[in-house]
């Protein structure tokens, strides 16, 4: 390994539960915050800010809310991009019923809506379990959807049932809109996304993290140990939500500027869960680390075929992504079903005692 | 979460106790019209041959099962049924015969899930963590420690208990129920799969359990050393229905239960 | 109080007024009952047989529909390309077994769940970069399907049954039929309920899990072949039909995973349901409540039977 980990003893239970136990690490992740929030936007093109960076940092967010609930609680969700509408679409509200007050607030308050609607579509999930719960929140998912059309009050009635995202500034400095720089946009994104991280890893380390897997584990046994299971399900869908709900109004908000109801549609869903199952299902890096792969990976093909100058449209990238994308979630399952996450720290294993083998 | 209530029981007198007890799914009775009680301090085996309704038994005073007849009484509470919850804040605790860990999880973290009950800050302080909810996270820390020594399960604190030795697994499932600190403990089948030291071992705790702790045990278990050893008092149990009850040297030589073991058709 | 009218009311009196409408509304919910049931069929073989929830079942409905018509857009005689489909789905079957059932023999249910996720996806990315993205005909003429309808005088009004729908139900009640017995009566159909219920077990009295794998995702492709064939028989083959597929769904919850019947049942009272909805209450709230309408009677039927109407109650042991 590049740094001995050995050695670093914790004389308090507090420090050896900390984030990043081990002096290296804590530095190294000073180093990646550093580089993420100021080299960056010094050295890289606005291109890739705007249609790699950002877009991964707000899908890696919603894979988070999506982790949350499937990965640590350990029930089955198919309703994701169904939340990250109710973002959307509340913040779009707020924003236009209330222009005179901050963005960041109301993206924040979008999300509160996304967990209310998160109760009430977890609702269920005391009596129905697994698959079935699955099954139900399809509902959801298609509910959402239909709303998202057919209620015009929710686009204000916009003739194409799109919503235009207006002007917003912070200090004076536009960050909404289309006067917005993908720069100020980019950290904005980034600023959300590793405080909200960083509270839900607080979570994980917790109780609550504790009682989240105990209910995904063996929730008979939870019960018996006293925790309650209802209780702790829906708070699960409501944290899982409220993170959806933020990546939703972040994806319109300080994203793409616009958005359709075909945005936040089935098909979404099972993009974020492919994120979460190819990243590692129950781990935060996974969710990062699934989000750059997925959304990277059409990128990767187009530069491919640019480079070796294959005549490759749209359309046939398309369908290319979705059959290695079909593959690789076989090929994880069948290899490493804990997924990109569990690779990368059996990579560190291996780097741990390199040169030797084991 | 509210810490376990309840009067207080002294040494001795009744804990629990399970009155005319009947419990069955579909046609199926698992358990027939079955009574006795649990005094605070001792040692209590439910055994009998297999099938006989031990594990139901247990399920119902865990309030897991819902008896169709019959009442629970416990710290001087009685109802028809117990829900899981009442149980466990009423400070019952238990092992089960497969192992019912959190394979997901490490060996601490498991049995730091046994005191959730005790950790009370809320939401918001988990969110930040630091501070009210990460010094209430320390403190339970330290009273898991303590029991990790005495299971004596030091080094296999971070590791996932998916991949621990069986007997290693049933000490950490021990270690989970102890964790709730409870005023019963119920182990169902705690030395199954075990060879003569690992059995010597668990013994010991479960010795060291109800002398240092104070807890009262009732367990059920198929190795007839073991029962005499260590329980106080015996209750035996055949297809469903209670046969015998009372000390160890009484039940080893009750004729029913000989006939109830060996096999002869009553 | 208008609302409540318009709830409780007024769909009655409507349907009152003209019956024949209704009669007509409800033949529609039939037939589509009828589709979905076949799709659910699909899953129903294979979770019989393998314990496997196939996700990819609307998918291989498509995919088999599409290679047909592609067959046939190249040249092939309609019924040559039938037989050539047919192969086509024992590859697959081959293929699915091969590579992703025998890696993942005996991991949790989930898992294998998720791997038909990844099924679908491939052949949705597989099936458009063959046969292209653009919606079909399906060569229903050319197979012998018969196509106008009947009007027929009731209530006061017409019903119009589409002779392609009546040819749908038989097939489908043929095809249900047939498989009972397989399951019920034949040694194979023994050895795929040996499977379902434990791989392990099953293995260990030498049942060849492999053969019984391809032989069931087989049947469930032919399965899907006849579905597509209807189903494109009736509207164009595309790929939005893999999202209707996930119709079957509802379908499954109320008639429980492994009964054949229930599948019947639960695609009727399903297609009946949302045709019915749509059409006296679905103006009420926007049109449109076709798209989720099945989901919420599922849901709502799972809040009181978690196991649907012919499933099995799981009691969890510890």
């Not at chain 1, 994308?325 to 399952?333: D, E, R, V």
Request: contains cysteine; charged residues 15%.
């Amino acid at each position: 390994m590049f740094y001995r980990e050995a050695g670093q003893f914790k004389t308090t239970y507090a420090a050896d539960a900390a984030l990043f136990p081990i002096l290296q690490d804590k530095l190294g992740i000073a180093l990646i915050l550093v580089a993420a929030f100021i080299l960056v936007p010094l050295v890289a093109s606005d291109f890739v800010i705007d249609s790699v960076l950002t877009p991964i940092l707000v899908f890696s967010l919603a894979a988070i809310g999506l982790n949350l609930l499937t990965g640590y609680t350990g029930l089955l969700s198919l309703g994701t991009a169904g939340f990250m509408g109710v973002g959307a679409f509340a913040c779009y509200k707020l924003a236009t019923l209330f222009p005179g007050i901050n963005i960041l607030v109301m993206i924040v308050c979008a999300g509160f809506f996304a967990a209310a609607a998160g109760i009430v579509f977890g609702l269920p999930s005391l009596r129905i379990k697994g698959f079935y719960l699955a099954v139900a929140t399809l509902a959801s998912q298609f509910f959402l959807s239909w709303c998202f059309i057919r209620i015009p009050w929710l686009y204000n009635y916009n003739v194409s049932a799109s919503i235009e995202v207006p002007t917003r500034t912070l200090y004076g400095l536009p960050i909404t809109g289309p006067t917005a720089t993908p720069i100020t946009r980019y950290l904005i994104v980034l600023a959300i996304v590793s405080v909200m991280t960083w509270l839900a890893s607080n979570l994980i380390r917790g109780r609550i993290g504790r009682t989240w897997m105990a209910v995904r584990d063996m929730d008979i046994a939870a019960e018996l140990i006293g925790i309650k299971l209802y209780p702790t399900k829906l708070l699960a869908f409501a944290v899982s939500s409220f993170y959806c709900g933020v990546a939703g109004a972040m994806l319109v908000f300080l994203w793409l500027g616009n958005a359709e109801s075909e945005s936040f549609g089935i098909n979404q869903s099972f993009i974020i869960l492919f994120m979460v199952i190819i990243g590692g299902l129950g781990s935060l890096l996974g969710s990062f680390l699934g989000a750059a792969l997925i959304w990277g990976l059409p990128i990767v093909l187009r530069s491919a075929a640019a480079t070796f100058n294959l005549p490759l449209n749209a359309a046939t990238v398309e369908q290319m992504t979705f059959m290695i994308l079909g593959a690789l979630i076989i090929f994880f399952l069948i290899v490493e079903p804990s997924g990109l996450a569990r690779l990368w720290q059996i990579g560190k294993q291996k780097l741990r005692v390199w040169p030797f083998p084991y | 979460m509210r810490a376990p209530t309840g009067p207080e029981v002294a040494v001795g007198d009744v804990l629990l106790s399970v009155e005319n007890v009947s419990l069955a799914f579909g046609g199926v009775k698992a358990v027939s019209d079955v009574s006795f009680d649990i005094r605070k301090g001792e040692i209590r085996a439910i055994i009998g041959p297999n099938g006989a309704g031990k594990t139901s038994m247990l399920n119902v005073i865990n309030g897991f099962y819902h008896p169709q007849d019959g009442r629970i009484t416990f710290k001087g509470q009685t109802r028809g049924q117990m829900r899981p919850h009442d149980a466990a804040y009423g400070g019952i605790a238990r092992t089960f015969q497969n192992v019912a860990l959190f394979r997901g999880m490490t060996a601490l973290d498991n049995i730091m899930t046994g005191r959730s009950l005790r950790m009370r800050r809320g939401f918001i302080w988990q969110l930040l963590r630091h501070g009210p909810a990460l010094r209430e996270e320390v403190e339970h820390r330290h009273r898991v420690e303590e029991i990790i020594d005495f299971l004596k399960i030091q080094e296999i604190r971070r590791v996932p208990v998916g991949r621990l030795p069986y007997g290693l697994q049933k000490r950490v499932e021990l270690g989970r129920a102890l964790a709730m600190e409870p005023e019963l403990l119920l182990l169902d089948e705690p030395m199954a799969g075990m060879n003569i030291e690992e059995k010597e071992d668990m013994s010991r705790f479960i010795l060291d359990v109800n002398d240092y702790y104070g807890t009262t045990i009732a367990l059920i278990e198929h190795d007839m050393g073991v029962v005499m050893d260590l329980s106080d008092r015996v209750v035996v149990l055949d297809h469903g229905i209670k046969i015998a009850d009372g000390t160890p040297d009484e039940v080893k030589n009750d004729k029913t239960v000989i006939d109830a073991y060996l096999g002869v058709a009553h | 109080m208008h609302l409540l009218y318009q709830i409780f009311i007024d769909p009655f009196v409507q349907m009152g007024t003209a019956p024949d409408l209704l009669v007509q509304t409800l033949w529609e919910g039939l037939v589509a009952g009828v589709l979905y049931s076949l799709i659910a069929l699909g899953f129903v073989l294979i979770f019989k047989a393998s314990g496997v929830f196939n996700f990819a079942q609307g998918i291989m409905v498509v995919f088999a529909a599409l290679a047909l018509v592609g067959f046939y857009q190249h040249g092939v005689p309609a019924f040559l390309a039938l037989g050539l489909t047919v192969v086509v789905m024992l590859l697959l079957a081959f293929a699915v077994e091969r590579l992703i059932l025998r890696p993942l023999v005996n991991q949790p249910d989930i898992i294998l769940f998720m791997a038909t996720f990844g099924l679908t996806y491939f052949l949705i990315g597989f099936g458009e970069l063959i046969f292209g993205g653009d919606p079909k005909v399906m060569i229903s003429s050319q197979l012998g399907l018969p196509s106008g309808s009947y009007q027929i005088k009731m209530l006061g009004g017409f019903v119009q049954l589409q002779k392609i729908d009546i040819a749908a139900a038989i097939i489908a009640s043929l095809m249900v039929a047939v498989l009972a017995i397989f399951f019920q009566k034949t040694r194979i159909g023994r050895a795929l309920r040996a499977v379902a219920d434990s791989h392990r077990a099953a293995l260990s009295v030498g049942i060849s899990l492999e053969q019984i794998w391809v032989i069931v995702w087989f049947a469930a492709g032919i399965v899907a072949l006849a579905t597509g064939i209807m189903w494109g028989a009736r509207s164009n083959v595309s790929f939005a039909l893999e999202i209707i597929a996930l119709k079957a769904l509802p379908v499954l919850i109320l008639g429980g995973f492994t009964s054949i019947p229930g599948a019947i049942v639960g695609g009727i009272i399903i297609g009946v349901g949302e045709k019915i909805g749509e059409f006296y209450w679905g103006p009420l709230f926007g049109s449109g409540i076709e798209d989720w309408l099945a989901y919420v009677i599922a849901l709502v039927f799972l809040l009181f039977r978690p196991q649907g109407l012919f499933g099995e109650r799981i009691i969890e042991r510890i």
